[in-house]
């Protein structure tokens, strides 16, 4: 029972493969990209996990909870209950917040209703999410949306013409019947041509019955301008299914009435040493903790040591720069996972799987040592931790070493080493070789002649600083979690470089139906091939025209509802999964069909369309490899790829369209092995020399010791952070006094 087993494990690249994993322990997951690790641990262990959790609870709540996919594999024994931490970012409306979703906030509202001066009332008074305790300008948002009427008329249209530029007010939109058949207005009438009466009525009017309506208005309906319903069916309720065709009518401002605060003046008159509810949810984690030690009321002990263990573990996580007011929508995807993380660590459960995705991603050296102390914390409490990682301090602290590969895609899915720290150093896996490696720093000094400058700018905790970037250049931006990077770069010098290109790991706009191939513009060039061999029309071989599958029309699988127990999906039997009809794929070129083309990884697809003097093809493929994406498939779906993955293929579209570009990078090495980082810096250069000016924001100390200009910030975050530590060559950051980079990056070179 101390070891949980697994036997023939092949969901996806996985081939057939048996393990014992020491319960318990601390687990490092390691291996090249696309060599199976998610395979393993997510898609096999953490789905068998949850699926056996989930038939635990009736078919009613079996709907409610995530859907996972039955793993391919011949038996999991021993398994614990699984906690997933990943780096989704955390879901939340305009009400969630850093506060809410702690519960920090709660915490504080007690200790308000306790203790401050003058009482106004218990808890749930000094909420912003009740009527007692909200702003009543702002409902407790903290900002006000209003409308931008010329966004959102077209005045030089009438109504019948398409004046009104929102979804369902368009000609033919049922919405727009509410206006058009009130019998307010002459609807062929230009809206520039509204009398300011007839401009208020169809704008602003509250609520009336309409005097001359036309037969096909309901007789009991009531008519209402178009900015109280616009108001009411969208942006009150938060709805999201809009929310591009939002974002463009909308300005958002701070409230006037509460200064963004979201709460009333009775509950900002309320304080505890000066300070109000609002004032304390505005500090900085650390600066809220040293409040908090002045508060010495006997009565509020117990509160406050609740308190301080919230604020303890976040602290420990590396988040002391957090405000409680933050918006929980504007988290990054680490700092969802540590916030998630901080919920776990005064848990009272044992003998649970936790499983990390890629812990380090948006963590400096100097931050990953307090990760560790809660990693040590949590395997105490007699839990099993697995990590899927790649970075050098996280797989040094493994008890056990799982490495897979050693290829990616149907190269990789094995077990090419299992064992400790020391065995895996002297195994012959990329992994040591990577772990192995030495390593030099960048001592060529350039002689940069023209720079990009930002002079005496400030947001959030940037505090009238400048800095200068040369151009056409590789430069590192680096710092501790929180110290400034992006408020510096991804809005300061943003906002000052308008053309500049930011490539990160948000998705693109994709579906399932989107694959490498058609975000790059090349799906067509390979659909050309097969018509001139069957001399059919290129849509024939697309499964969105007509060569998709007349059962599943194009997409794969069969979507079947079974009530309560939730949508399935499953394999279309008419085509087996390969979306396109019989006709189609009847035709072959070079003895395969679209399908089977689809199929190849990009490495394959090099060799296959060597032969076709097709320029854009080569150059396309040529560039996916340079971004170490050849073992993708052609047609694997967008929607399935890692965001680290995006970020690479985003890189790849950047080559391939031949644009010299001023390129923002945010964690670039996210999801890479160390073996891969080596073909990342090289893609960096020829980027370079292709004429296009690098900004990396980056921890990894492999990339920062070959940039050729740094910007480190810190010292550490929040408040404490927000200042230009060093800004110049490699070589000059080295011996810096005060540096935390440097610091990490002495001992990674292993210079004394």
Known sequence: MDNIQIINARTNNLKNISLEIPKRKIIVVTGISGSGKSSLVFDTIASQSQRLLSETFSSYIQQLLPHYEQPKVDRISNLPVSIIINQNKITGNARSTVGTITDIYASLRLLFSRIAKPFIGYSMNYSFNSPEGMCPKCKGLGVIKEINIKSLINFEKSLNSGAVQFPTFQSGGWRLTRYTESGNFDNDKKIKEYTSNELSMLLYNTGSSPKSPTK?????????????????????????????????????????????????????????????????????????????????????????????????????????????????????????????????????????????????????????????????????????????????????????????????????????????????????????????????????????????????????????????????????????????????????????????????????????????????????????????????????????????CPVCKGKGYIKLDLAFLGDTKQLCEGCRGKRFNNETL??????????????????????????????????????????????????????TFSGGELQRLKIAKTLFEKNSKLLILDEPSTGLHESDVQNLLELFFVLVKNGNTLIVLEHNLSIISQAEWIIDLGLYGGVLGGKIIFQGYPGDIIDHPVSLTAKHLKKFLKIK
């Open 216 to 548: 096909n208005w309901h007789k009991t309906a009531r008519y209402v301008g178009l900015i109280p319903r616009i108001t009411k069916a969208f942006i009150e309720t938060d709805n999201t299914k809009y929310k591009k065709d939002l974002e463009r009518i909308l300005e958002i401002r701070i409230c006037t009435e509460c200064s963004g605060t979201r709460v009333n003046k009775k509950v900002r008159s309320a304080k505890i040493l000066n300070n109000s509810i609002s004032d304390c949810v505005s500090l900085s984690l650390d600066e809220l903790r040293i409040f908090l030690d002045k508060i010495k009321e006997p009565e509020v002990e117990i509160i406050l040591m609740d308190l301080k263990t919230k604020l303890e573990s976040l602290q420990s996580l590396g988040l002391s720069y957090l405000t409680l007011n933050r918006a929980t929508t504007t988290l990054s995807g680490g700092e969802s996972q540590r916030i998630k993380i901080a919920k776990h660590l005064n848990s009272s459960l044992s003998d649970i799987l936790y499983i990390f995705d890629e812990l380090s991603t948006g963590l400096h050296p100097e931050d990953l040592t307090g990760i560790i102390k809660i990693l040590y914390k949590l395997k105490q409490k007699g839990n099993t931790i697995i990590l899927v990682d790649h970075d050098p301090d996280i797989i040094k602290i493994a008890d056990h070493i799982i490495n897979l590969g050693e290829g990616a895609g149907v190269n990789g899915g094995c077990v090419t080493y299992q064992g400790t720290y020391e065995g895996l150093l002297a195994s012959d896996t990329l992994t040591s070789k990577a772990l192995n490696t030495s390593h030099l720093l960048n001592n060529k000094k350039r002689n940069f002649q023209e720079f990009y400058e930002l002079q005496n700018v400030s947001l959030n905790n940037i505090k009238n600083i400048s800095i200068k970037i040369p151009k056409n250049a590789f430069t590192v931006v680096t710092g501790v979690a929180g110290s400034g990077k992006s408020s510096l770069i991804r809005h300061l010098f943003k906002n000052k470089f308008s053309d500049a290109m930011i490539l990160d790991q948000s998705p693109v706009h994709s579906s399932s139906r989107s694959n490498i191939l058609s975000y790059l513009g090349v799906f067509d060039t390979i659909k050309t091939l097969f018509s001139k061999v069957s001399s059919k029309n290129i849509s024939h071989f697309s499964y969105n025209g007509k060569g998709a």
């Open 586 to 639: 009847s035709y072959y070129y070079k003895n395969k069909n679209i399908d089977d083309v689809l199929n190849l990884t990009v490495k394959e697809a090099e060799s296959f369309f060597d032969d076709t003097n097709s320029e854009k093809l080569s150059r396309m493929l040529s560039c996916l490899t340079m971004a170490n994406l050849d073992y993708l498939k052609l047609g694997q779906s967008l929607d």
